[in-house]
């Protein structure tokens, strides 16, 4: 399972298909066999399965057949698009509390790409990990999740903010007029054929107070996303919610147990009982995400195996080492070997 197992509101598809229709496409070749018809786009209360999302894009691009088709449709989306989650971020004390609400309840979102914050110097680097779908969908997701997200920062931190860095892992073979036309996200235009897919901006930013911050409405915010969030989590498992979870915290911040239950708005024993009930515990989880991310790190060969520790939060080479011993019984040396000769 991954993010986008969970049920999500239609207000991302009418989005799309009033895309598509200020590009001349016809409404019933949109909406072609996702199961949807026009009238369901106008009730707030329908939930949709992620599939029929993916039917939704999938017919957008064979019709467009643009590049860079995700990037100009991400930058549609605002903090309205996504109800009370969005609110939430714009009436959030500070930029830091902001990005925090965001990863806390990024299920509650349109987002396909799996989604993590990690403080590296003097910059906070937001990363999107592509999902694992066909190649045409995923550059799409990949580009709208990200350019989505930065106008979120924009909307969120004001007129002011300039993106330090963006990237994308694919190559688009265009020339600097099409972006120049499309592309309005503060920072200059994006590398492609980088490492990964990230948005990077100056870390002092996350201590901006917000022009908007109400505690009274963030704390509503809060809560009804957390009943969303455990409405959809009977469906989905405790085991894989923790998993996310920790997906999503800062790469070096790795979370303890009551940290993780009071994200999950659980107590520690419950949060411990479930995962027991489940087959595993916080402890595997941790070692199975860490793990994750430690290879995914490994992978990109421009980077030490200091650089490594000290990213996910290690004391030093010699930490890292022992814990990815535990993790995998080889040191990171053996397993960077692996990783790069396509062993899993």
């Given at each position: 399972m991954s993010f986008w197992d969970f049920k999500r509101s239609s207000a991302s598809v009418r989005l799309l298909v009033e895309f598509g229709q200020e590009q001349g496409l016809d409404i019933a070749k949109l909406l072609a066999r996702s199961r949807l018809k026009e009238a369901d786009l106008a009730d707030p209360a329908l939930e949709l399965d992620a599939s029929q999302e993916l039917c939704v894009v999938g017919n957008l691009i064979r019709a467009c057949r643009q590049p860079g088709l995700g990037l100009e449709v991400g930058m549609r989306y605002n903090f309205a698009s996504y109800g009370l989650w969005g609110l939430g971020l714009i009436s959030s004390a500070t930029a830091g509390d902001a990005l925090a609400l965001a990863l806390r309840f990024i299920p509650l979102t349109f987002a396909f790409c799996r989604i993590s914050g990690d403080l590296d110097g003097e910059l906070c680097t937001v990363t999107f990990e592509a999902p694992d779908v066909e190649p045409a969908l995923q550059r799409f997701l990949v580009e709208r999740d990200v350019a989505a997200a930065s106008r979120l920062m924009r909307e969120t931190l004001g007129p002011t903010f300039t993106l330090s860095r963006f990237t994308l892992q694919?190559?688009?073979?265009?020339?600097?007029?099409?972006?120049?036309?499309?592309?309005?996200?503060?920072?200059?235009?994006?590398e492609f054929g980088a490492h990964s897919n990230s948005l990077s901006f100056d870390r002092q930013l996350l201590d901006l107070r917000l022009p908007q911050a109400n505690p009274v409405t963030v704390a509503m915010c809060e809560r009804a996303c957390e009943e969303l969030i455990e409405r959809r989590r009977a469906r989905l498992g405790t085991r894989e919610c923790v998993r996310q979870y920790l997906g999503a915290a800062p790469l070096n911040m790795a979370p303890d147990l009551p940290q993780a239950a009071r994200m999950l708005g659980l107590s520690d024993r419950t949060l411990k009982r479930r995962l027991q009930d489940e087959g595993t515990s916080f402890r595997v989880l941790l070692a199975e995400v860490r793990g994750h991310q430690a290879n995914a790190l490994l992978a990109d060969a421009s980077l030490s195996l200091t650089d490594i520790a000290e990213r996910m939060g290690f004391?030093?080479?010699?930490?890292?080492?022992?814990?990815?011993?535990?993790?995998?019984?080889?040191?990171?040396?053996?397993?960077r070997s692996g990783v790069q000769d396509g062993a899993p």
């Open positions: 694919h190559t688009i073979p265009l020339g600097a007029s099409w972006l120049d036309a499309h592309l309005n996200m503060r920072g200059g235009r994006p004391s030093d080479l010699s930490s890292f080492s022992q814990a990815y011993k535990r993790w995998f019984g080889v040191a990171p040396s053996a397993g």
